[in-house]
């Protein structure tokens, strides 16, 4: 079974300032995906940003990347210019393709964008 | 395109009555998923169909809970005798294909039962 920890349970950063939101897991797969999305208060789960575990290389949505250390089993999540929308509940999540496609979420992270 | 959209946004149950929530996944989504979110805690993996038929119910916490999606499209969760341990957001998800594709969350419906 593969298990997703996010360590952070609430985290902060001043707008314009870049903050990092941390996740290892544990799984003995080699093929699956990480996901972050993003929950903001009115509950709608919006994905953020994927990394296929195949790929060496960082995925990367504008002000939103990843550093993907799959022998250490981690995937934090960068996000450059905080913006007040910003603030939301993060989730880390995997999916492992040879297991069904269900997700796996971490416990998630809570972070503030302060003006 | 409309998203996925899940109904009703909110329901209050008394202990032991049965609830039915629904979920409109995005047309032509093959994979339709249920997740149980508990306060302050991450999704959980309740039920997956591929189309109609329902691939993996591991999830589901007990026989108390029933999930179909006949025709492949409209999913139903049916929790019958509901428990105050059943109060929690239910998420609906849905993907284009079966495998490696990203899922796309509904607004859910937050449950609670008194």
């Known amino acids: 079974a593969q298990t997703v920890t996010q360590s952070q349970p609430e985290m902060s950063v001043q707008e314009a300032e870049t903050v990092t939101l941390s996740c290892t897991y544990d799984t003995s797969e080699n093929n699956y995906y990480l996901f972050w999305y993003k929950q903001p208060p009115s509950r709608q789960m919006i994905l953020v940003i994927r990394?296929?575990?195949?790929?060496?290389q960082n995925a990367t949505e504008n002000r939103f990347s990843v550093n993907f250390q799959k022998a250490a089993k981690s995937f934090s999540l960068k996000i450059s210019d905080s913006q007040l929308g910003d603030t939301a509940m993060y989730f880390c999540?995997?999916?492992?393709?040879?297991?069904?496609?269900?997700?796996?979420f971490g416990g998630g992270t809570r972070l503030m964008v302060k003006p | 395109g409309a998203g996925v959209s899940q109904s009703p946004r909110y329901k209050v149950a008394k202990r032991g009555q049965d609830v039915a929530l629904r979920c409109d996944p995005i047309s032509g989504h093959v994979s339709l998923f249920w997740y149980q979110q508990a306060l302050g805690q991450g999704p959980e993996f309740l039920t997956y169909f591929q189309n109609e038929a329902q691939l993996d119910k591991s999830g589901l916490p007990s026989d108390r809970f029933f999930a179909e999606r006949p025709e492949g499209s409209v999913s139903t969760l049916k929790i019958q005798r509901t428990q105050q341990e059943d109060s929690a957001v239910y998420l609906c998800?849905?993907?284009?294909?079966?495998?490696?594709?990203?899922?796309?969350f509904g607004p859910g419906t937050r449950l609670l039962v008194l």
């Open positions: 990394q296929e575990a195949y790929k060496q």
């Open positions: 999540a995997f999916m492992n393709n040879n297991a069904g496609n269900m997700l796996t």
């Open positions: 998800a849905s993907s284009l294909e079966p495998v490696q594709e990203t899922q796309y």
